[in-house]
């Protein structure tokens, strides 16, 4: 499987992960916003099928919403943040581990930027609760003021992501 930027062409590809908001998203907005470089949509595609994608821009957290514990080493300014708007997988790939190379290259992607540019914490806006729950098997922890909005500093990413423990606890 490999992973590239949306395109025209590939934003023709049939798409459907069960979920209008996302499909829709896929088909009508993400080569624009690419394009506009309001948000980045990178999609994982086969031979001849797009098995997912996700959206990603940089963000920012107001310094009231970080929990006490990880605010206190932190100055009263907005936190730098890493977003991950989206991310969608074909009904067809669901369950077959998709969803979770997605979120890895997403967060590899973060780690990557973050060395470069001022990036503190890594957020997602999960859709429901049920997406919720499965980004907190990965650590994220819910913003008490956004309960479907998850965060994980950066740098509890990158120390999994070189020892080779991210997984899903």
Same mark, same amino acid.
């Given at each position: 499987?490999?992973?590239?930027?949306?395109?025209?062409?590939?934003?023709?590809?049939?798409?459907?992960?069960?979920?209008?908001?996302?499909?829709?998203?896929?088909?009508?907005?993400?080569?624009?916003?690419?394009?506009?470089?309001?948000?980045?949509?990178?999609?994982?595609?086969?031979?001849? #099928? *797009?098995?997912?994608?996700? &959206?990603?821009?940089?963000?920012? !957290?107001?310094? /009231?919403?970080?929990?006490?514990?990880?605010?206190?080493?932190?100055s009263r300014y907005s936190v730098p943040a890493f977003r991950i708007?989206?991310?969608?997988?074909?009904?067809?790939?669901?369950?077959?581990?998709?969803?979770?190379?997605?979120?890895?290259?997403?967060?590899?992607? #973060? *780690?990557?930027?973050?060395? &470069?540019?001022?990036?503190?914490? !890594?957020?997602? /806006?999960a859709l429901n609760k049920e997406v919720v729950s499965f980004y907190?098997?990965?650590?994220?922890?819910?913003?008490?003021?956004?309960?479907?909005?998850?965060?994980?500093?950066?740098?509890?990413?990158?120390?999994?992501?070189?020892?080779?423990?991210?997984?899903?606890?």
């Amino acid at each position: 499987m490999e992973i590239q930027v949306i395109t025209n062409q590939l934003a023709k590809f049939l798409f459907d992960c069960n979920e209008s908001s996302l499909n829709d998203y896929f088909h009508l907005f993400a080569v624009k916003n690419t394009e506009l470089n309001i948000g980045r949509t990178y999609v994982a595609c086969t031979d001849c #099928a *797009v098995a997912g994608y996700f &959206t990603v821009s940089t963000a920012q !957290v107001l310094y /009231d919403e970080i929990p006490e514990k990880i605010r206190r080493k932190l100055s009263r300014y907005s936190v730098p943040a890493f977003r991950i708007g989206r991310l969608a997988v074909a009904k067809e790939y669901q369950g077959k581990g998709v969803e979770n190379y997605l979120l890895q290259k997403a967060l590899c992607l #973060a *780690v990557r930027i973050s060395v &470069t540019a001022a990036v503190h914490v !890594v957020i997602i /806006d999960a859709l429901n609760k049920e997406v919720v729950s499965f980004y907190t098997k990965y650590g994220f922890m819910q913003l008490p003021s956004h309960p479907l909005m998850l965060f994980l500093p950066v740098q509890t990413i990158a120390r999994a992501v070189t020892s080779g423990t991210f997984a899903p606890a």
